[in-house]
């Protein structure tokens, strides 16, 4: 008959080739990562300056385009000011770069690869713009100085300081369906959305906050109850805003 002693000695045993394997190895500090790309995207065709913020950029020796044709060309990189002292957000470290994508492109995103001595970033994606965006006017920050637009519309914007909020207003008629979406969170931005529809009234008949559980990005899909002015509003859920805070709106 085994001892007590001998079958705690056989269990710790059988138990600590487990306890290695469940220890996960710690990721490299110095291994790069995109957190952000701004713009959040650049056309078919043309050449774009966009700028790769996040950890352990500063030593790039180059970018690649995985899988789609065009070229990308290294400006600039360094170490980066991190607002709210937070760099987990936004990163310490960016690249700036120049993107040529090929006219003939067709797909919604193209992906980035940071190659660094240390190693290379995950895939991040960028967008590719199929509709020229239209650019956030300010002031725009309530119903009176609301920003027309025209439907369809890609609005490229940024919600630049706390308590920010980005107002557009446009015609609409009954029955008409509108689809409205942000394109932020999901792409590395730090805003976490919310979309407001109001009537000609200003009175609230459509918000959403988050409608994936996968990003922060707010949509609204709805059909227009009259004929008449509508107007949409953009914040960040809590209250927060920066340079960082960028954002596509698409209104169809």
């Keep these: 008959m085994l001892r007590s002693s001998s079958i ?15 220890k996960k190895k710690p990721t490299p500090k110095n291994d790069p990562r995109v957190l952000l790309a701004f713009p959040l995207g650049a056309p078919a065709g043309k050449t774009s300056k966009l700028t790769l913020r996040g950890a352990n950029l500063d030593s790039a020796t180059d970018v690649k385009l995985l899988n789609d044709k065009g070229s990308v060309k290294i400006l600039a990189k360094g170490k980066a000011a991190v607002p709210d002292k937070n760099p987990d957000k936004v990163g310490d470290t960016q690249v700036e770069i120049e993107l040529t994508l090929d006219a003939k492109h067709t797909g919604a995103s193209v992906s980035l690869v ?24 300010e002031p725009n ?21 706390p308590r920010d909020v980005d107002v557009v207003r446009f015609d609409g008629k009954k029955g008409q369906k509108l689809h409205v979406e942000v394109l932020a969170s999901r792409h590395g931005s730090p805003l976490d959305s919310i979309l407001t529809l109001y009537d000609a009234k200003f009175q609230p008949i459509g918000v959403n906050d988050d409608f994936a559980m996968e990003h922060r990005d707010a949509k609204i899909e709805t059909m227009l109850p009259a004929d008449g002015v509508y107007y949409l509003s953009l914040v960040d859920a809590h209250d927060n805003g920066s340079n960082f805070h960028v954002y596509r709106l698409i209104a169809k």
């Excluded at 590719?128 to 650019?135: C, E, H, K, Q």
């Excluded at 119903?143 to 490229?156: D, G, K, R, S």
Aim: net charge negative; aromatic share 4%; with cysteine.
């Design 8 to 22: 705690a000695g056989l269990c710790l045993f059988a138990i600590l080739p487990g306890a290695a394997q469940d």
């Design 114 to 137: 940071v190659v660094t001595p240390a190693g290379e970033s995950p895939p991040h994606s960028v967008l590719v713009d199929t509709l020229s965006p239209a650019n956030e006017k």
């Design 141 to 161: 920050d309530g119903f009176l100085t609301a920003q027309p637009i025209q439907l369809p519309v890609v609005i490229t914007g940024t919600i630049q300081r």
